[in-house]
């Protein structure tokens, strides 16, 4: 994370861009997503996982070689 000035000088934390924020997400919910729900929890957790995945499919084309 970079830091800079901004035009008042106070210092600011440069945010990560969109696409490095979906993919942390991505591997995050990767490892505690199931392919086989049991409860509320899990399938909110599955629904989150495919959503990113197909934002990450469709916009940027990650793992297109798949």
Not at 2 to 22: F, Q
Not at 44 to 52: A, D, G, S
Request: aromatic content about 10%; glycine content about 4%.
């Amino acid at each position: 994370m970079d830091v800079h000035g901004d035009e008042k000088g106070r210092i600011m934390a440069k945010k990560n861009s969109l696409r490095t924020r979906l993919l942390k997400e991505y591997t995050r919910l990767s490892k505690i997503a199931v392919r086989e729900p049991r409860n509320g929890k899990e399938m909110f957790t599955r629904m989150r996982w495919e959503k990113i995945r197909n934002i990450l499919w469709r916009r940027y084309d990650y793992m297109q070689s798949l």
